[in-house]
């Protein structure tokens, strides 16, 4: 999907990146982030209405994983019947009154009172210091 297939073979001097470290499954994304303190992948607002990104609708050849696995359309769960769904109940979850009701705790980890400092730890909103704004001087690299 354009401009990020020009952007990805930009990055990549060229080619796509290894298919290893493509976006391949849901699943294996969803543990990773979960389960490495270096993966820091965000829900990208494409997850809320736009299905064609987990589609490789281009056919194009992203590569063999070293585990065989052709990589393709992104690998969704077994509850999803197609990206479209998949995207559709991302979708009326983030409109829920559940969501609705709790999103300023959301706010508060990202914008606000518990995004640095010991109300960031208690949330165990933490992250690597060098992430952080002004964690280095820009100006004195040289």
């Known amino acids: 999907l354009e401009p990020y297939t020009s952007y990805s073979i930009e990055l990549q001097s060229g080619r796509f990146d290894h298919a290893d470290r493509l976006f391949y499954s849901m699943a294996e994304a969803w543990s990773s982030c979960n389960n490495s303190l270096a993966d820091v992948k965000e829900l990208i607002p494409e997850f809320f209405y736009l299905p064609d990104f987990l589609v490789n609708g281009g ?31 991302h979708r009326r979850a983030l409109e829920s009154e559940h ?29 690597f210091y060098l992430t952080y704004e002004g964690a280095v001087d820009l100006e004195a690299v040289a």
């Not at 969501?99 to 730890?121: T, Y």
């Open 59 to 89: 056919d194009l050849d992203l590569g063999v994983r070293q585990d065989s696995q052709v990589v393709g359309d992104v690998v969704l769960p077994p509850w999803a019947a197609s990206a479209s769904s998949f995207v559709a109940l």
């Open 99 to 127: 969501v609705s009701s709790n999103l300023h705790l959301w706010i508060d980890l990202i914008f606000g009172s518990k995004q640095r400092g010991p109300s960031a730890e208690a949330a165990a909103n933490v992250f």
